[in-house]
């Protein structure tokens, strides 16, 4: 039976976040800009999760109701690692370097929106490789260069670099990370 309500829960998360959540997430942040349409907590995406988290508060009994709210953190983590790193086609996105604060700030806001229901390990967990991407945003191009040359970071941290670097706004991170090899 638990293993049929961690499914459930899952499946609740999953249809939240990629189903209710996919406009304000996944085609409109940092679209155009990180600046013009940040995650929070003026965003569209704030005041779309808190819509989403009472529906989903209707339809789930108390006790289960943490399970389904990891998911949902996990899910919105794994979706904006995505936008951050991976996103492609008419929504693909550029940061600049000052972005990182702003994508720093929204990790910030996502944090307090869910602190409230989970322990702060879960969110320490769920959160650490998304403060991970925004760190490294922060840093100048010349720092990541120096760091992707000098350092010989594990295959994971090294992939990590060079997604950040091709998606810097700047043509000599672009140049650079067409040329590392992960």
Not at 47 to 60: N, P
Not at 153 to 171: H, I, T
Request: charged share 25%; glycine share 6%.
């Amino acid at each position: 039976i638990e293993d049929g309500v961690r499914s459930l829960a899952e499946l609740i998360a999953a249809r939240a976040v990629f189903g209710n959540l996919k406009k304000p997430l996944v085609e409109n942040l940092y679209v155009p800009s990180a600046k013009e349409s940040p995650l929070g907590p003026e965003g569209q995406f704030v005041l779309a999760l808190d819509g989403v988290m009472l529906s989903v508060f209707g339809e789930i009994a108390d006790g289960r109701f943490s399970l389904v709210v990891h998911d949902v953190l996990k899910f919105i983590c794994q979706t904006l690692e995505w936008v951050l790193l991976k996103s492609t086609g008419p929504r693909e996105r550029t940061f600049a370097l000052e972005d990182g604060a702003i994508v720093s700030a929204d990790l910030g806001t996502l944090r307090s929106l869910f602190e409230s229901e989970l322990d702060q390990d879960i969110v320490n967990a769920e959160t650490r490789k998304c403060e991970a991407v925004a760190s490294l945003m922060m840093m100048n191009t010349d720092q990541l260069i120096q760091i992707a040359s000098n350092h010989q970071p594990n295959a994971d941290n090294r992939l990590l670099l060079k997604q950040v670097l091709a998606r810097r706004s700047d043509k000599a991170a672009q140049k650079f990370a067409a040329k590392m090899d992960v």
